[in-house]
């Protein structure tokens, strides 16, 4: 029985999803494709019918994943807030691909690689866009730096067995991303 071609795409998005979800929930060692098309109501053999390989799969995950364009509708406050938040933290599955999965990408085939930092280096443009600063040099230093600490805090906060920790990590990250607390750490302004 042929499929229709809207079909196919639907069968590919829903196969996307799944990986997405998957792989951010459990790394991409520990899933495999049948996992992957179990999960998106297919069979297993009908997987390379959508995809090469499962590099191929990663690839394409993490391009769909990352594939936002906009930038943000508000400040970089209200994003790091929402980045930071217990609930983000919490939800891996749905969670940011960049904290979950960066420090498995490192050692995936270039196409993932690639994939990884073309979303980051759109990251970067979209947060730069609603960054504070003078001209756009500071805004996209804004924009990198705001982004490293949220990723970083986030992976710091899923890590520990501490709840009270990871709770900290994450008030406390969003606090001095604020700036409130920028002028007496020593650190110097990023506007």
């Given at each position: 029985m042929r499929v229709s071609r809207q079909q196919v795409e639907e069968n590919k998005r829903t196969i996307l999803e799944a990986a997405g979800r998957l792989f951010r929930e459990r790394g991409f060692e520990s899933v495999t494709v049948t996992d992957v098309m179990k999960s998106a109501g297919l069979t297993h053999g009908g997987f390379y019918g959508y995809f090469k390989s499962k590099d191929d799969l990663i690839a394409r995950t993490l391009a769909e994943l990352q594939g936002g364009s906009e930038p943000p509708s508000v400040d970089l406050t209200t994003?790091?807030?929402r980045y930071l938040s217990p609930e983000h933290r919490d939800d891996f599955g749905h969670g940011c691909p960049v904290a979950a999965l960066a420090s498995e990408v490192i050692r995936q085939p270039a196409e993932a690689r690639a994939e990884m930092t073309a979303g980051l280096k759109?990251?970067?443009v979209r947060l730069g866009k609603v960054?504070?600063?003078?001209?756009?040099?500071?805004?996209?230093?804004?924009?990198?730096?705001?982004w490293s600490a949220m990723v970083g805090a986030l992976?710091?906060?899923?890590?520990?067995?501490?709840?009270?920790?990871?709770?900290?990590?994450?008030?406390?990250t969003r606090t001095w991303l604020s700036g409130s607390d920028r002028s007496s750490s020593g650190v110097a302004e990023v506007a």
């Amino acid at each position: 029985m042929r499929v229709s071609r809207q079909q196919v795409e639907e069968n590919k998005r829903t196969i996307l999803e799944a990986a997405g979800r998957l792989f951010r929930e459990r790394g991409f060692e520990s899933v495999t494709v049948t996992d992957v098309m179990k999960s998106a109501g297919l069979t297993h053999g009908g997987f390379y019918g959508y995809f090469k390989s499962k590099d191929d799969l990663i690839a394409r995950t993490l391009a769909e994943l990352q594939g936002g364009s906009e930038p943000p509708s508000v400040d970089l406050t209200t994003v790091a807030d929402r980045y930071l938040s217990p609930e983000h933290r919490d939800d891996f599955g749905h969670g940011c691909p960049v904290a979950a999965l960066a420090s498995e990408v490192i050692r995936q085939p270039a196409e993932a690689r690639a994939e990884m930092t073309a979303g980051l280096k759109r990251q970067f443009v979209r947060l730069g866009k609603v960054a504070p600063g003078p001209d756009e040099e500071h805004r996209r230093r804004a924009a990198i730096g705001t982004w490293s600490a949220m990723v970083g805090a986030l992976i710091l906060a899923r890590m520990t067995d501490d709840a009270a920790l990871s709770d900290e990590i994450l008030a406390q990250t969003r606090t001095w991303l604020s700036g409130s607390d920028r002028s007496s750490s020593g650190v110097a302004e990023v506007a």
